[in-house]
Nanobody
Framework: QVQLVESGGGLVQAGGSLRLSCAAS????????MGWFRQAPGKEREFVAA????????YYGDSAKDRFTISRDNAKNMGYLQMNSLKPEDTAVYYC???????????????WGQGTQVTVSS
């Protein structure tokens, strides 16, 4: 079983930055592809970014390209999402996700964290 805990969310002004963290436990982190998803109130869940287990492959959703960067530190069982140039429309609960296979189609893996709230004020 895999447990995921996100942190790093908060309130930030438009144009600012946040770095989300995802702490993983339970299994060998490097065996899993990692992804970030988000869900705003009243909207469907949206794919943000994904990275392969070894960190060599990445894939970004349209909303994240050129502004967000996904990364991971397998030695620490940690994943990250660096978010720059934040916009009010980035306001959402952000979820860390792990799966057996790296996917470049935005589909999630099996394991989810509880989410962390990101609020961007205008």
């Amino acid at each position: 079983q895999v447990q995921l805990v996100e942190s790093g969310g908060g309130l930030v002004q438009a144009g600012g930055s946040l770095r989300l963290s995802c702490a993983a436990s339970g299994r060998t982190f490097s065996m899993y592809a990692m992804g970030w998803f988000r869900q705003a109130p009243g909207k469907e869940r949206e794919f943000v970014a994904a990275m392969s287990g070894g960190g060599y492959n990445t894939y970004y959703g349209d909303s994240a390209k050129d502004r967000f960067t996904i990364s991971r530190d397998n030695a620490k069982n940690m994943g990250y999402l660096q978010m720059n140039s934040l916009k009010p429309e980035d306001t959402a609960v952000y979820y860390c996700n792990l799966g057996r296979t790296f996917r470049a189609d935005g589909r999630p893996g099996d394991y989810w964290g509880q989410g962390t709230q990101v609020t961007v004020s205008s």
